[in-house]
């Protein structure tokens, strides 16, 4: 890639950063926006205004607030269409998984430089951990992300470790790189990553990779809940999520 890919347009990231605000098909108001953004209020007005003409997003008059529009849900509904076979293999086991355990699972995989959740379930009884389908974090946050990171190609691990600042997203996210670097490599020996409090204060997180029978990493399975929890369903999670991956990874060379 040459120079040009490495320019940035001001005005455009600021747009995208408030499209990026959105954790659901939610609403949120100016203040909102502006507290998840940074940006000034009169700038994000004037993007917001580029954006509605543009389909982006649309304004609800009677709440006050601004959502996704539909040109947004369609490049959604595009990205989700090519992990369709993939959901549709991994969602029995979620289910499976999620009810033996008693938490939240999920399955996510790597979109260039982040994670994707790209299935989801949670069990009908006990805590639940509330993470959406869609949902995108850095790679370098949490069990599930540093999962990822571990098995992915080398220029990947590099360009995170060695590339942008390390966002914090809680006080107890590892943002050092040597530290990082460490943990990625005992993931990788262990096949398997734990994390406090990293990507959510409140919440543990137990993460495997799924690896297809050609060596490929396919994605990360998880098991996540309330931290209080952790104590009495840790162990238990270790053990589920190591025999699912094992099973799906016999499997996921199929999947289309």
């Excluded at 006080?171 to 398997?192: F, N, Y």
Aim: net charge neutral.
């Amino acid at each position: 890639m040459g120079k040009e890919t490495e320019r940035h347009v001001a005005a455009v990231q600021a747009a995208l950063q408030i499209l990026d605000a959105f954790e659901s098909a939610e609403g949120l108001r100016l203040g909102e926006l502006h507290q998840r953004t940074g940006l000034t209020r009169s700038r994000i007005l004037r993007y917001l205004g580029t954006l509605e003409a543009s389909g982006f997003i649309v304004v609800n008059v009677d709440q006050g607030t601004y959502e996704l529009g539909p040109k947004a849900f369609r490049l959604g509904w595009l990205v989700r269409d090519a992990y369709n076979g993939l959901t549709g293999l991994v969602r029995p086991r979620l289910r499976h998984l999620s009810e033996k355990a008693k938490a939240t699972a999920f399955f996510s995989v790597v979109r260039g430089d982040a994670r994707l959740v790209i299935a989801r379930e949670e069990p009908e009884q006990g805590l639940r951990y509330a993470i959406p389908e869609g949902q995108v974090r850095p790679l370098h946050v949490g069990a599930t992300g540093k999962v990822l990171l571990a098995f992915s190609p080398q220029a990947l691990r590099d360009r995170v470790l060695d590339g942008h600042a390390l966002e914090a997203l809680t006080p107890t996210t590892v943002t050092d790189r040597e530290a990082l670097a460490v943990q990625l490599g005992e993931i990788a020996r262990e096949r398997i990553s734990v994390s406090f409090g990293e990507a959510t204060s409140s919440a543990f997180a137990v993460a495997v990779p799924v690896i297809s029978t050609r060596g490929r990493l396919v994605g990360a399975l998880t098991l996540a809940g309330p931290l209080d929890e952790y104590e009495r369903s840790g162990e238990l999670c270790r053990q589920l999520l190591r025999d699912e991956a094992g099973y799906l990874s016999t499997r996921v060379g199929e999947a289309p």
